[in-house]
């Protein structure tokens, strides 16, 4: 089976710095991938870590370890636009075609 | 834009009846589409894996009587949801990969299906 652990919520204020952090247990691992959703809405895609270390797009990073099986995504100079669901993912199964879900997390920014 | 459309968006139907949604990838042939289920405030949790062609794969605990699923062709994954109860209410949405997708490609999601049984 698999386990992917995130903080429920997170509230931060425009301009700051966040950090989500996602712990995970799997068997077998094709690399941690990141998706926002927007109440109501589908998820995005918003990047994807298959080796160790930092992966930088715009104002978003994301980052994994796979030997502590750890991974966060820093979102950095905050917008309103960015209050929404984060996602933790990985692919598992048979050919490890199905992506599988983190618990989520909700953030919350205000002004 | 977008390339997996789902349709409806929203439905309201009483108690007992059945509600096919379909999900339909717009500009490639995807053999695999994903259904997952999400509950207000909760994560995505997948309910079946599609595959054109054949029968679909269930997860644990989902029921398949309940829930079926139809992928007859390569564009165009349906999901029927039976005699539906009030239980049933939840934001169905679908997914597609292209048959070219790596680990790091994103998985193209559907705008979702917001179900409501009254």
């Known amino acids: 089976g698999q386990s992917l652990e995130q903080p429920s919520e997170v509230t931060a204020v425009e301009g700051a710095i966040v950090q989500i952090n996602c712990t995970y247990q799997?068997?077998?691992?094709?690399?941690l991938s990141w998706y926002q959703q927007h109440d109501g809405g589908a998820p995005t895609f918003l990047s994807y870590?298959?080796l160790d270390g930092l992966e930088e797009t715009g104002r978003f990073s994301s980052f994994l370890s796979r030997s502590d099986s750890y991974g966060y995504l820093l979102l950095q100079e905050l917008q309103m636009k960015d209050s929404a669901s984060y996602f933790c993912a990985v692919f598992w199964g048979t050919g490890f075609q199905k992506l599988v879900f983190g618990t989520g997390t909700r953030l919350l920014v205000s002004p | 834009g977008a390339v997996v459309s789902q349709h409806p968006s929203r439905v309201i139907c009483k108690s007992g009846t059945s509600v096919k949604i379909e999900c339909r990838s717009l500009?490639?042939?995807?053999?695999?589409m994903f259904w997952y289920r999400q509950f207000p405030k909760k994560s995505l949790m997948l309910m079946a894996t599609?595959?054109?062609?054949?029968?679909?794969?269930?997860e644990q605990g989902v029921e398949k009587d309940k829930f079926l699923i139809n992928h007859a062709s390569l564009t165009l994954s349906t999901l029927t949801v039976t005699s539906a109860h009030p239980e049933d209410s939840s934001f169905y949405i679908c997914?597609?990969?292209?048959?070219?997708?790596?680990?790091?490609?994103?998985?193209?999601f559907g705008n979702g299906t917001r179900l409501t049984v009254t």
């Open positions: 870590n298959g």
């Open positions: 599609s595959n054109e062609g054949s029968k679909a794969t269930y």
């Open positions: 997914s597609a990969k292209r048959p070219a997708d790596r680990y790091n490609s994103p998985l193209h």
């Open positions: 500009d490639f042939q995807a053999t695999t």
């Open positions: 799997t068997s077998g691992f094709y690399g």
